[in-house]
């Protein structure tokens, strides 16, 4: 069925970047927007970013200007490049369908932002 699966977190410094992947399975990936989302230390998953099946994209203010999302649908795969970080983007990064899928969840990729 169905596997989302994120890699390329870790532990960088407050500037530093990070190119997140989520390499899809079980799906006819070029057909679905795709948005990538994260959940940081107590606090509610929120919604990151966003690319149509189109190519058109959209932010959380929060990422606007640092962030960008692409894909590869021949690869199907979502690529989250993520540049001038800071500790406040310390959380498990995930990628789903958008609007999002409950059932599609993964065990998403750990990016801490830390001196």
């Known amino acids: 069925q169905v596997q989302l699966v994120e890699s390329g977190g870790g532990l960088v410094q407050p500037g530093g970047s990070l190119r997140l992947s989520c390499a899809a399975s079980?799906?006819?990936?070029?057909?679905?927007?795709m948005g990538w989302y994260r959940q940081a230390p107590g606090k509610q998953r929120e919604w990151v970013a966003v690319?149509?099946?189109?190519?058109?994209?959209n932010y959380a203010d929060s990422v606007k200007g640092r962030f960008t999302i692409s894909r590869d649908n021949a690869k199907k795969t979502l690529y989250l490049q993520m540049n001038s970080l800071r500790p406040e983007d310390t959380a498990v990064y995930y990628c789903?369908?958008?609007?999002?899928?409950?059932?599609?969840w993964g065990q998403g990729t750990q990016v801490t932002v830390s001196s």
């Open positions: 690319i149509t099946s189109g190519g058109s994209t």
């Open positions: 789903n369908t958008y609007p999002s899928t409950t059932a599609y």
């Open positions: 079980g799906i006819i990936f070029s057909i679905y927007h």
